[in-house]
């Protein structure tokens, strides 16, 4: 960050891929969060280990069934009044069909971060 051009270029934050390599998704965006322009809503179930090639796929999860800390991550977003795009992310099911993971996500954002998927669905956050 202390060579990049925020002028010209933002970040993009993808906290499976930063926490499958050792990094800590919430500290990220307190530290860089004027710079974050969009963010992937990913999940990946990982431990201190940092993980390489085909492993880091296996990894990732529906949201909510991984080792982000999505309470934090969203609080941290909301308490910097981000306001760009939010892309929910899958790369592959664990366990079952792409739709029945796409729905758990789907039910995570609403259900247990309180989140509208839509203009219209916004209440609270």
Same mark, same amino acid.
């Given at each position: ?30 530290? !860089?969060?004027?710079?974050?322009? !969009? ?17 880091? !796929?296996? #990894?990732?999860?529906?949201l909510g069934e991984g080792t ?5 991550l969203t609080d941290a977003l909301?308490?910097?009044? !981000? ?17 029945a993971s796409c729905l758990k ?10 989140? #509208? ?9």
């Amino acid at each position: 960050m202390d060579v990049l051009d925020t002028s010209v270029v933002g970040l993009c934050i993808d906290p499976a891929h930063l926490q499958v390599n050792g990094s800590d998704p919430v500290d990220v965006v307190r530290t !860089y969060g004027d710079h974050v322009d !969009y963010v992937h809503f990913k999940d990946a179930t990982v431990g201190e280990e940092r993980l390489h090639g085909f492993d880091r !796929y296996k #990894a990732f999860a529906p949201l909510g069934e991984g080792t982000v800390d999505f309470v934090s991550l969203t609080d941290a977003l909301l308490d910097l009044a !981000y306001g760009g795009p939010v892309i929910v992310e899958l790369d592959r099911p664990a366990i079952g069909t792409a739709e029945a993971s796409c729905l758990k996500s789907v039910a995570y954002l609403r259900d247990t971060l309180g989140l #509208a998927l839509t203009p219209a669905e916004r209440e609270s956050r």
